[in-house]
């Protein structure tokens, strides 16, 4: 494929997204503020440093809880696409806050010492043998270079670089990282590093997390789209599919197809893989008339499955047609930016 394919250009929604994602990040920060100073008291309250320091930390692990639990709830509600869209958004966002976090916890608390900062962080008042009295912030310190990571390599670059299998494993590591989060807010509490997150926080997170993934996955197994080929098929309730958006269905046990339905409730059917990284497009949107892959915005033509010009890119399609009032599909895919017409199976009689 081109390496000139660039990921979706800003626009509006995109401007809008970004800016009333910022607000929420600087009024969560200011709150967490406000509530770390109200619930300790008075003599005990930390300087303001301090108190925008567990800001910047909780804000983030908030944050963090949000971009993990977007990939399960955009399966369980197409409601929350908006969201799977615009993750990069908020992985970005993240990040910029972590390392904020981390770079003042280090000069805050091991950068007037005798020693060097990363030095005195792994080796200041602490230990590694009681769980009262662990040294929690190297925790923080690996998760950060993971984040790190996996920021320097999100350009497409690295992607042809390193190949998308490869790619993937690499960012797959913010689960890893995310265990380290973990961990680091979980022993900081057990050291009165208290901040306006209850202690049982990382728990919660794990909790919603965790238990989303599960659910989404048991959903997905027990969906009803699960066909075998060879012949047309059915594609049952097709008006449940919302307008720019899609379901996936599983055909021969390996093979999933992506049915849209856009603004005009014309239905297509195309592969469910992106050609950029194997993104999911079935769990993507239609923006602007095009399908979007949720994972980096790479975007496919309804009507023939190709990227619009100038870009080459091209994903398999799939014709349908109505057959005795019904919409039906068949599993034989089409080559790759085969055009085939739309279908609209709901016409307005009145």
């Given amino acids: 494929m081109s390496h000139g394919f660039t990921t979706v250009q800003w626009n509006k929604n995109k401007k809008v997204y970004d800016g009333l994602l910022w607000a929420g990040i600087l009024l969560a920060i200011i709150a967490n503020v406000a509530i770390s100073a109200s619930v300790v ?3 005990s309250v930390p300087s ?5 320091l567990r800001a910047l930390g909780d804000t983030g692990f908030l944050l963090l809880t949000l971009i993990l639990s977007t990939g399960p ?3 369980l509600n197409e409601r929350f ?6 993750r990069r958004h908020m992985g970005v966002s993240f990040f910029v806050i972590a390392s904020a976090h981390g770079l003042f916890a280090l000069m805050w608390y091991h950068g007037f010492g005798p020693v060097d900062p990363l030095t005195s962080l ?3 008042q602490g230990s590694f043998e009681s769980l009262s009295e662990y040294r929690f912030q190297p925790l923080g310190f690996f998760a950060l270079l993971i984040f790190f990571l996996m920021a320097a390599t999100s350009h497409d670059y690295w992607n042809a670089v390193l190949g998308p299998g490869v790619w993937k494993a690499l960012h797959m590591l913010v689960y890893v990282a995310y265990g380290l989060v973990l961990m680091h807010m979980s022993l900081g509490a057990l050291q009165s590093t208290h901040s306006a997150l209850p202690d049982w926080a990382p728990f919660a997170s794990l909790a919603v997390v965790g238990g989303l993934h599960l659910v989404s996955l048991v959903w997905q197994q027990n969906q009803p789209d699960k066909l075998s080929g060879g012949e047309w098929i059915e594609i049952e309730n097709p008006s449940a599919i919302p ?3 899609a379901r996936v269905i599983e055909v021969g046990g390996d093979e999933r197809i992506a ?3 856009n603004e005009n409730d014309e239905y297509g059917a195309i592969s469910n893989v992106c050609r950029h990284q194997a993104g999911p497009l079935g769990e993507g949107c239609m923006v602007e008339g095009l399908v979007t892959c949720p994972w980096h915005g790479f975007q496919y033509q309804l009507s023939d499955g190709a990227s619009p010009p100038p870009f080459e890119e091209k994903v398999a399609t799939y014709q349908m047609k109505l057959l005795d009032g019904k919409l039906v599909l068949n599993p034989d895919p089409l080559p790759p930016g085969t055009a085939r017409p739309l279908v609209k199976p709901f016409v307005n009689k009145e």
């Fill in 73 to 75: 709830l955009a399966r």
């Fill in 81 to 86: 696409l908006p969201l799977l869209y615009n």
């Fill in 41 to 43: 008291p008075t003599a």
């Fill in 122 to 124: 792994f080796t200041s």
């Fill in 48 to 52: 303001m440093e301090i108190l925008v």
């Fill in 243 to 245: 307008q720019n958006g």
């Fill in 259 to 261: 049915i849209f339905r």
